[in-house]
Structures are given as structure tokens and as C-alpha cells.
């Protein structure tokens, strides 16, 4: 049999990243070998953060390639991001791949890639690569872009922008939930330009890989989508993609955990601390800032808040006079926090979220209520699943100035805590997606199956 050599890519923003890493380092645990490809600037960050990847080393290499922009420029940048990628990436990717393969032992056999990176598959075309595409995201934001021809047919959406046309809610089959075509990924991304980029190089090319692409594997399970997973059975359930139980660190971070807030939880009562993290691109102004370190302070429980450094490095924030004085040790403020070991503690009550998907694995995964507050993309939808299909949390309103007010806050945390229901929906939906992960159920069945098509000797 010829060696089995996977070149997996994710789109360059940690919520791809991650659980990526997590299904390569699945892949080399069943003795696999894995060349990791990131862009160059991403690449620095996981090194600068000295990522360490459990299981056989030997079977995963991380390289990188350009996405195009200069060193100095804003990432933040989604637009003009995702323009260079479309155009330098694919070129880079062939000439990486060509290099890999120069030693026949080495060959790639497969690439998996990021379904937000569609034009992998001009690549994987031209050089006769088997693809299989990865969804970092839910199932049922994918569902979307499989979806869009009839979401054009039915003039829900403009065929050339994507630019919603109805002020409804539509439902892309009747298991599952109502969706606000206003907060389709790309409608939201800051700015009608942006918006039409995305569109064209993330969804339509998403779209087209979709279609050929041998598998679909996702980090989700039946048991939180069946609706998006019976609609579209090309999309296998593989999820929650976690660290092994072989070591609790999850890898891809871009910034160096603080591991003393796992000291600080063992200090604190159980269930009692609201923990408080808004992902790796959520960005606050200085007045919602403050409102909220105020509430924090307002609510009288332990907190644990993770403000993450700005582009600088710096903190781009300064908190209220006399503020850190005030909070002694009631509050632990830290730059970037090991979140799983977090989620697992039994100190902690509740999770303040941007409800970024990999943030909802995993407090789901721990029967962890939510304080939604989502910020962009997939996380509003990512909201409706969590307060209105499985009720495990309830959500933060803005007021008519698009400010989340003190008051707001602290009222949903109390409504939060003192709701026995939320929570036990939360323990409910824990044991039922712990379930999917287990030895002969859905998602290992799914996960196994994916492997062995990895490994047929006809594939490659």
C-alpha cells in the first residue's frame, strides 16, 4: 500500500484553525502522516504561542504559504483578506504540494480542506488530489451554501451580491430552524464590499467544492443538527472535535494561555463563577467595555474575564478609575485562558460568549450554560440554536444606542443562574453529545469511516 499523506488548510482565523488540528491530530493517531499548511503570518502566531500537538509527531508537519497581504497589514481586514488569498493562495498551494511531491514517498494523497476555502479545489483538480472539504462551522450555516441556488430560485437572496432581497425568516427544510437571511454570513460582515467578496470567494467557490468534493466531514453531531444532517447526508457528523483525553490543551491557540485562572477557579465555590470570553476577533469600544467590567462588578459573583491584547500586543482598553483596586480578588482578569480545562471546572456557573461555534462545542460539551452575545458571521445564528432549539441559554439586547447596558447584564446573569431548566438542559445536551464521540456511536462511526476511506488503496 502507498503511504498515506493528508495536506489539510484552514481558513486563517483561529475558529478553523482549531478544530482542524484537532481532526489532524485524530488523523496521525491513526497513523496517518499530515502536512498542516497555514499562511505565513498565522503560522508566527502558533509558534510565538508554542503550541505543542500530542500524539506521534513525527506524523504531523506544520509549513505555511503567503495569503498575500504584507506583514504589516490588518488581518482584521475580511475583505481584502479573503481577495489575496483567492489570488495568490492556489498558486502557492500548487507550488508547495509539487515540492512535497518531488520525494514519491511523500506524495499527497489527499488534501482536506477548509469549506470557507473553496478554491482549493482548482488545485486539487489540476493535479489529481483527491478533496474532501472540513466544516469548522455548524452544519446548518454549511447547509446554507449548499443551499444557495434555491435560496436565489425562490428570490430569497440576489444572485450576483447575495444581498438579501425579503425581510423573512426562511427555513431551509421543516426540521430545521428559522433563518434571518440578514445574518447570513456573508450579509454581515462589516460593509457591502466586504459583503460581496466573501459572497463570490468563501460561499459561491464553497458551493462548487461542495458539490464534488468526495466527503464532508463537520465538527458537529446528529444529536445537536439532525435537521441539517438529514437534509444534506453528504455532511458526516464527526463532532465535538476536543482534545484527547490523553491531555486536556487544545491546540491551535493564537495567543499563551494563563493557566493561574485554573488556580483562582479552585479557589471559588462551585457553580458560581460567570466566565467571560469573546473568541479571537470580537472587538469592543471603549464605552461598551466599560459598561461591561461595570456590570461584572455590579453582579457580586466571582468572574474570570479574559480581555485579549490588541493588534499590538498592548491592551487597546482602559478600565474605570479605581476599578482593579475594587475587584480585588473577586474578579481574575487574564489576556487568554485555557477554555476547556475552564468549561470543565465546577467552579464555573455560566459563559459569557461571542457563541463562536468552537466556544459553543465546548460549553456544550460540559453542560455549560450561555450569556449569548454574538458579534458577527455564524454566532447569530449560532445564538438561535442555543436559546431557541435547545435552551441552554438566554441572550444579551442591545438597547436603542446598540449598547448592552449594566443593567441588562446583570439581569440576565440572575435570570440565568436561578433558572434550574437552562441548566438542566445544558447536562441534558452535554450527555447526549458526549454520546455521538463514543466508541461505536455516530460521530466515531462517522470519524473511523472517513479514515478508512483515507486509507483505501484505490484513492491514492
Known amino acids: ?69 504584507e506583514p504589516c497589514e490588518d488581518r482584521n481586514d475580511h475583505g481584502k483578506l479573503a481577495k489575496t488569498m483567492f489570488e495568490l493562495m492556489p498558486i502557492k498551494l500548487e507550488e508547495l504540494i509539487n515540492d512535497i511531491n518531488k520525494n514519491e514517498d511523500e506524495k499527497i494523497t489527499c488534501i482536506v480542506a477548509d469549506c470557507y476555502m473553496g478554491w482549493v479545489l482548482r488545485v486539487a483538480q489540476k493535479m489529481g488530489i483527491r478533496l474532501a472539504l472540513f466544516c469548522p462551522s455548524a452544519a446548518a450555516v454549511f447547509a446554507v451554501t449548499m443551499s444557495l441556488q434555491k435560496l436565489m430560485d425562490d428570490e430569497v437572496i440576489n444572485c450576483r451580491s447575495g444581498e438579501p432581497l425579503k425581510d423573512q425568516k426562511v427555513q431551509l427544510s421543516t426540521s430545521m430552524p428559522l433563518m434571518d437571511p440578514a445574518n447570513f454570513v456573508w450579509a454581515c460582515m462589516g460593509d457591502p464590499v466586504t459583503n460581496q467578496i466573501f459572497f463570490d470567494t468563501l460561499f459561491l467557490k464553497g458551493k462548487e467544492a461542495a458539490e464534488v468534493a468526495d466527503h464532508i466531514i463537520c465538527n458537529s453531531s446528529m444529536e445537536l443538527e439532525p435537521g441539517a444532517f438529514t437534509l444534506f447526508p453528504k455532511m458526516l457528523p464527526i463532532g465535538p472535535l476536543l482534545a484527547t483525553s490523553r491531555s486536556t490543551r487544545q491546540v491551535g491557540h493564537f495567543w499563551n494561555e494563563d493557566s493561574t485562572c485554573l488556580t483562582w477557579l479552585d479557589q471559588q465555590p462551585g457553580c458560581s463563577v460567570i466566565y467571560v470570553a469573546f473568541g479571537s476577533i470580537t472587538i469592543f469600544d471603549q464605552r461598551q467595555f466599560e459598561e461591561m467590567a461595570l456590570a461584572l462588578e455590579d453582579t457580586k459573583k466571582p468572574y474570570l474575564w479574559v480581555v485579549r491584547p490588541g493588534p499590538s500586543g498592548k491592551m487597546d482598553y482602559v478600565y474605570p478609575s479605581g476599578y482593579m483596586d475594587r475587584i480585588g480578588n473577586h474578579g481574575k482578569i487574564v489576556s487568554w485562558a485555557p477554555q476547556q480545562e475552564v468549561l470543565k471546572h465546577p467552579s464555573v456557573a455560566c459563559f459569557m460568549s461571542h457563541c463562536g461555534w468552537n466556544s459553543t462545542m465546548e460549553a456544550v460539551s460540559n453542560g455549560v450554560p450561555f450569556l449569548c452575545w454574538p458579534y458577527f458571521a455564524d454566532q447569530f445564528f449560532n445564538r438561535t440554536y442555543i436559546c431557541d432549539i435547545w435552551k441552554t441559554g438566554v441572550a444579551l439586547n442591545e438597547d436603542e444606542t446598540g449598547l448592552v447596558t449594566r443593567g441588562e447584564i446583570k439581569s440576565k446573569v440572575e435570570q440565568l443562574i436561578s433558572n434550574n431548566t437552562i441548566k438542566q438542559n445544558a447536562l441534558n445536551l452535554q450527555e447526549k453529545v458526549m454520546d455521538c464521540v463514543q466508541a461505536g456511536n455516530s460521530s466515531n462511526k462517522n470519524l473511523n469511516k472517513f479514515i478508512d476511506w483515507l486509507l483505501k488503496e484505490d484513492h491514492v
Do not use: W
Request: hydrophobic content about 45%.
Open 1 to 69: 500500500m502507498k503511504n498515506i499523506h493528508i495536506l489539510a488548510i484552514p481558513y486563517p482565523a483561529q475558529g478553523h484553525v482549531m478544530p482542524l488540528m484537532e481532526a489532524a491530530r485524530c488523523f496521525t493517531n491513526s497513523g496517518l502522516k499530515v502536512t498542516f499548511v497555514n499562511s505565513e503570518f498565522i503560522h508566527k502566531r502558533l509558534m510565538n504561542a508554542c503550541i505543542e500537538i500530542d500524539g506521534p509527531s513525527d506524523l504531523m508537519q506544520t509549513v505555511s504559504i503567503p495569503d498575500g497581504m
